[in-house]
């Protein structure tokens, strides 16, 4: 299991309309909407990080309002 976090910086006033497309999309456990230097949080949980940076790249970018992302991989340590 891969887990990924993605920041989302959105248009100024499509924060919410993001934020409902997104959460219902496979692949997503948590949405939260942030205040500060980015807009969103989404918690992706997939069998392998190229499912997640796939769901990224063609799912989550496409949404309407989305300007940029920034992907932070999740790492086994133990």
């Given at each position: 299991?891969a887990?990924?976090?993605?920041l989302v910086?959105?248009?100024?006033?499509?924060?919410?309309?993001?934020?409902?497309?997104?959460?219902?999309?496979?692949?997503?456990?948590?949405?939260?909407?942030?205040?500060?230097?980015?807009?969103?949080?989404?918690?992706?949980?997939?069998?392998?990080?190229?499912?997640?940076?796939?769901?990224?790249?063609?799912?989550?970018?496409?949404?309407?309002?989305?300007?940029?992302?920034?992907?932070?991989?999740?790492?086994?340590?133990?």
């Amino acid at each position: 299991m891969a887990v990924g976090y993605v920041l989302v910086n959105v248009t100024p006033g499509m924060e919410i309309e993001a934020y409902n497309t997104i959460k219902g999309m496979e692949n997503v456990d948590d949405i939260t909407v942030l205040f500060g230097d980015y807009d969103l949080i989404v918690k992706l949980v997939a069998d392998d990080l190229g499912t997640i940076a796939k769901t990224v790249v063609e799912t989550i970018r496409p949404v309407t309002g989305v300007l940029n992302t920034k992907t932070l991989a999740g790492a086994d340590v133990v």
